[in-house]
């Protein structure tokens, strides 16, 4: 089933009785230089004003940017611009007083510090060389740009126009993302700054104090830095299926434009199940319509659907999340379907666009970057006879016990290829407006995850009584496939600020689950990591008083983990990692391990590995890396 041999790629196998097991995502370590940011600070005649308190605005901002950088990864690339700081008039009056490198915080420090404000407010032009300021990312990667303007009133220079120039900007490249923060302002200037936010693939936050303002700043950096790490090969799939690249088994990262249809050839033999997902990264937060979405489908040479999946944003009035949807060729149990003969298929990845963003306005005109995933399943070897189905909760459903006690501190990852691993217990974190945060559990045959996701009682704006954001959750197979809660689970709450809920989980991993109809069973069909991702709303922004909401994770895997899919099968053995967790899935010892996870241990395995093989999944292609790289969300 599987060739082995010097030059073959990176694999990770498993026996027949093995798990789904993936390579961690190399490169997550703070300060991806694929990611930058540039504050671009009003220094306007304005900011000398009295901001309520005593002190000047430009006081308040000195003392705001001060607390953004000392929250930044260290070296995470970052610069200040200022404008109307050098003369009393002057609509050319902007300029660079720190470029855009590594983090040295107190030369930023120093920097603002010796801004005095006198001018004119130049935000078009100065939108304009902010773009210019930010290092072009190398080597194709892709990474979140981002220009944070800050402000206390409109563009009075009027050219070049600033939502002109943020609508340009917006459509240039991919990953560069425009945010505004609007330091005691309203009308039109409000305005303004929210048209500028909107048409540059950003997010607003309204700033009515000092406390504000240094609060808002610090999310809107923190969310510049926290990016999905990307990872895979550039590819660029075609707008029809003739020219098609091949998708070998592996990871690869492409973009994709509204209302476009992608294409990808793959080749396909008549007995292997071969998995497809196609993640979506916009910006976190930016407006998209109702009925923006991801769509993928799988297609035979000869014209026919095997199968079409689409995923929507959650709470598009919220703006843009990651956005995953994912399809399989699954071989009918007696080898007589459609889409069971070898040959050529062709994947297609789809956006789906609507005709508006928030409030009807600026639909996301940008690229988004998009990572592929394609794994293969292989047969379980001839005269195994699978375990049956498991498409009931059973004592996994919405009221399962789970742990309790002290929560343990954790950091989410930023997508599926840094996702923090996690086991049973209980995980205290904390996420930003508009930030999606990834997990990853452990869950091997016959066992199942059931999980609760508790936001926090945080301490409230004093205006807030009628808004309202949310929390959501999705829960995704080793495979990458999104697990419906199927009818028993709700994936998204209400969140005023006030203690807020959500239950989710999956059935039992069980192999024959392939063979079921409903989409909460059918791709809980073989272990390994599954993901929990954990979102909060942008409107929470202008709802909770600290930087950032408190959330805990109770976690439970149910269920003794078996040696393999068979029926019958036993309990596998079980060890332990250095935090307690249980580390069956991903063992290579026994029948019941994920593997061989490498080529060197493959190869070492010898022709056993051919006999046992039951799933291979190939995370790089010959004789290359992947690449993980700074996303734009």
Not at 31 to 42: C, Q
Not at 280 to 309: I, K, N, Y
Not at 538 to 560: C, M
Request: proline share 7%; glycine share 14%.
């Amino acid at each position: 089933m599987l060739a082995l041999g010097a030059g073959a790629p990176p694999v990770a196998a498993a026996s027949a009785g093995g798990a789904f097991a993936v390579p961690e995502a190399s490169g997550t370590g703070t300060g991806d230089p694929s990611g930058s940011l540039v504050m671009v600070l009003d220094s306007s005649g304005s900011m000398a004003d009295d901001d309520g308190t005593g002190r000047t605005r430009m006081e308040s901002a000195r003392e705001a940017v001060g607390t953004v950088v000392d929250g930044l990864p260290d070296g995470y690339p970052t610069g200040l611009r200022v404008y109307g700081a050098d003369r009393a008039r002057g609509c050319t009056d902007t300029r660079l007083v720190r470029p855009v490198r590594a983090l040295d915080r107190a030369a930023v420090k120093r920097a603002v510090a010796a801004v005095r404000p006198k001018g004119d407010t130049p935000i078009g032009l100065s939108l304009q060389k902010a773009a210019e300021d930010l290092p072009r990312p190398s080597d194709g990667a892709v990474g979140t740009r981002t220009i944070l303007l800050v402000s206390d009133g409109e563009d009075n220079c009027g050219v070049p126009e600033p939502c002109e120039v943020a609508e340009r900007l917006g459509k240039e490249g991919v990953g560069l993302r425009i945010d505004t923060v609007g330091f005691q302002v309203r009308g039109a200037a409000r305005e303004q700054l929210e048209c500028v936010a909107a048409a540059g693939n950003g997010r607003y936050y309204d700033a009515p104090d000092a406390d504000a303002l240094a609060r808002q700043l610090q999310r809107a950096a923190q969310l510049s830095a926290d990016g999905y790490r990307l990872r895979g090969e550039r590819i660029e799939g075609t707008a029809t299926r003739e020219g098609a690249p091949a998708l070998a088994p592996g990871q690869y990262l492409d973009t994709i434009g509204p209302g476009e249809t992608r294409y990808y050839a793959v080749e396909l033999d008549a007995v292997s199940t071969a998995n497809f997902s196609a993640t979506a990264v916009p910006q976190p937060g930016r407006a998209v319509a109702t009925f923006d979405g991801l769509r993928t489908a799988l297609v035979h040479d000869a014209g026919g659907f095997c199968q079409s999946e689409s995923a929507y944003f959650r709470q598009p009035d919220e703006g843009a999340t990651p956005l995953t949807s994912a399809v399989a060729r699954i071989p009918s149990e007696k080898g007589e379907g459609t889409c069971d003969r070898a040959g050529r298929y062709w994947l297609e990845v789809e956006r789906k666009s609507g005709k508006g963003g928030e409030s009807g306005k600026n639909p996301d005109a940008a690229r988004w970057p998009l990572e592929i995933v394609h794994g293969v399943e292989a047969p379980l070897r001839k005269g195994i006879t699978p375990a049956q189905s498991r498409p009931e909760y059973g004592r996994g459903g919405e009221d399962a016990v789970l742990p309790t006690g002290e929560p343990e501190d954790v950091r989410g990852g930023t997508g599926f290829n840094d996702a923090r691993r996690i086991g049973r217990g209980v995980w205290r974190d904390r996420i930003l407006p508009a930030q999606t945060l990834w997990y990853k559990v452990p869950v091997g045959w016959g066992q199942q995850v059931r999980y609760d996701v508790e936001f926090g009682n945080e301490p409230t704006v004093g205006r807030v009584a009628a808004t309202h954001s949310y929390g959501a959750s999705r829960l995704f197979t080793p495979a990458r496939f999104p697990v419906p809660g199927g009818g028993e689970f709700n994936p998204t709450t209400p969140y005023s600020g006030r203690p807020a809920v959500i239950r989710m989980g999956g059935v039992p991993v069980a192999w024959t689950n392939r063979y079921e109809s409903p989409s909460a069973v059918r791709p809980v069909h073989v272990g390994g990591d599954f993901y929990i991702s954990v979102t909060l709303g942008a409107q929470a922004a202008e709802i909770a008083e600290n930087p950032q909401i408190g959330l805990v994770l109770r976690v439970s895997v149910l269920g003794d983990e078996l040696a393999g899919p068979e029926h019958n099968a036993p309990v596998a053995a079980k060890k332990s990692d250095k935090e307690g967790n249980s580390t069956g899935v991903g063992d290579s010892s026994g029948t019941g391990g994920a593997g061989w996870t490498g080529i060197a241990a493959a190869v070492g395995a010898g022709a056993a590995v051919v006999v046992a093989v039951g799933f291979v999944f190939v995370r790089g292609r010959r004789g290359r890396a992947a690449r993980t790289t700074r996303g734009s969300a």
